[in-house]
């Protein structure tokens, strides 16, 4: 035989074994009784890997989704509790789901509830965030961070400050059918032994400017949706929260614009990405804690225990007075925000001037 032809069956039996497994169990015998490779097809494989049932578990097993520098991801899916979703849609029916509803409305927008579930989760995980926290949303708009987070973890005070009138009553309208579903729960005798189904209340909105306080304290977590936040903004919420005791800073603007440039004392800690109600926009959250710069003794001389609060907190006399309308019990709380509504409702009606004849002229 001829060296071309002795060549040839090595080669195809090289081609078959690059579909074959190496173990003699994927080899058969031929009619000759010589043992040829036997073709591995799809069907083959699933047999020998068994029935749907007995792979069911390991199918279950969440996928790593691969992230910049090297870095993995669970694709898990944020689960949103039920007091929580109630809150969304109680918000929902009054002011819509959409931002806006004020001057520069364009430049607001509103979280989906999954993305400040992500956020809050982070939030827990990474600050010890829960009901000893003190929440403030500066810029709070409609109110849901808030409304959120005073239901799940359920914080010791949730605080919003709006510095533009008609989104500070929007939010104050969406607290009042918050509050007032937790009234007619009270009255049905609604089962609230399920903490997923309890609805949070220590929650309160104020129509103020966030220049008028000296420090963040007596708040744990500073949260701001800042996009559209003007440059001179960030300068002064530096400041302030330079000079407080808080420890965390939550945003949506990375280290190179809050530290290099804005010149905030903090150290990023994690970062996740968020989408927008009613549009593909998305922005980065990115969560942040303190680091030490000069004295504590300098921060403070600026914020002080008030008398009537835990005395060994310090508070910005700003925020005295809503967090002890906090801690003055829901009843309490539920009539100053009803009648804070019905006043604001009315004085802002027009009123009508009965239109003079000219016989009376």
């Known amino acids: ?35 040829t490779p036997h073709l591995v097809t799809p069907s083959s494989a699933r047999k020998a890997r068994g029935s749907i049932s007995s792979r069911v578990e390991d199918e279950r097993q969440p996928t790593a989704r691969r992230l910049p520098f090297g870095r ?35 430049i607001y927008g509103e979280l989906t509830s999954g993305s400040m579930q992500k956020m809050v989760n982070l939030m827990k995980t990474h600050t010890d965030f829960g009901p000893d926290s003190r929440f403030i949303d500066v810029g709070c708009g409609l109110g849901k961070p808030n409304l959120h987070v005073a239901t799940d973890p359920g914080v010791e005070f949730s605080y919003g400050i709006e510095h533009e009138k008609v989104r500070w009553l929007l939010g104050m309208s969406n607290l009042d059918a918050v509050l007032g579903e937790v009234e007619k729960q009270l ?13 949070g209340t220590r929650c309160t909105f104020a129509y103020a400017d966030i220049k008028e306080a000296r420090t963040f304290d007596p708040f744990t977590h500073v949260y701001m949706f800042d996009i559209g936040f003007p440059p001179a ?39 996740t990405n968020t989408s927008m109600h009613g549009s593909s926009e998305s922005h980065m959250g990115y969560i942040y804690k303190r680091v030490s710069y000069g004295s504590n003794r300098s921060r403070s001389k600026t914020s002080r225990p008030i008398s009537g609060l835990p005395s060994d907190v310090p508070c910005d006399p700003l925020f005295a007075g809503p967090w002890k309308a906090i801690r003055k019990g829901f009843q309490s709380l539920r009539k100053e925000v ?24």
């Not at 949103?80 to 931002?99: C, D, F, H, M, W």
């Not at 009255?187 to 609805?199: A, F, H, L, R, V």
């Not at 960030?234 to 290099?260: Q, T």
């Not at 804070?340 to 802002?348: A, H, M, Q, R, W």
């Open 338 to 361: 009803k009648e804070t509504v019905l006043k604001e409702n009315d004085s802002g009606r027009p009123k009508r001037n009965r239109i003079q004849t000219k016989s009376e002229v």
């Open 233 to 271: 903004l960030f300068y002064d919420i530096a400041e302030i929260f330079n000079r407080s005791l808080s420890p965390f800073l939550i945003c949506y603007h990375g280290p190179r614009l809050m530290v290099d440039d804005y010149g905030f004392h903090v150290e990023l800690i994690i970062q």
């Open 1 to 35: 035989m001829s060296e071309r032809s002795t060549s040839r069956p090595k080669r195809e039996a090289n081609d078959a074994h690059a579909f074959s497994s190496p173990s003699k169990k994927n080899r058969t015998p031929s009619a000759s009784g010589a043992i």
């Open 187 to 199: 009255q049905q005798g609604t089962d609230e032994s399920n903490d997923q189904n309890k609805i």
């Open 72 to 106: 993995t991801a669970s694709d898990t899916v944020t689960t949103v509790e039920p007091a929580v979703r109630k809150i969304y849609s109680l918000v929902n029916s009054r002011t819509g789901s959409l931002g806006g509803n004020g001057a520069g409305g364009a």
